[in-house]
């Protein structure tokens, strides 16, 4: 049988909720930095362009 207590598997449930929410927000950092990315490439892009200004 499992020997566990109701405090241990709290924990075991808390550990897991927060393991799944920093994955999620690191994914939506990640695709911000890609927008940012992307962004910053268009930018270089105008600014760089010769005989433009």
């Known amino acids: 049988m499992l020997d566990a ?3 241990e598997l709290l924990t075991l449930a808390v550990a897991l909720y927060g393991a ?3 994955h999620r927000l690191q ?3 990640d695709e911000l930095a890609g ?3 992307t962004l ?3 930018h270089h892009a105008h600014v760089n362009a010769p005989g433009l200004h």
Do not use: L
């Open 35 to 37: 927008k940012v990315n």
């Open 5 to 7: 207590s109701i405090v």
């Open 20 to 22: 799944a929410g920093v």
């Open 40 to 42: 910053e490439q268009g």
């Open 27 to 29: 994914r939506r950092f």
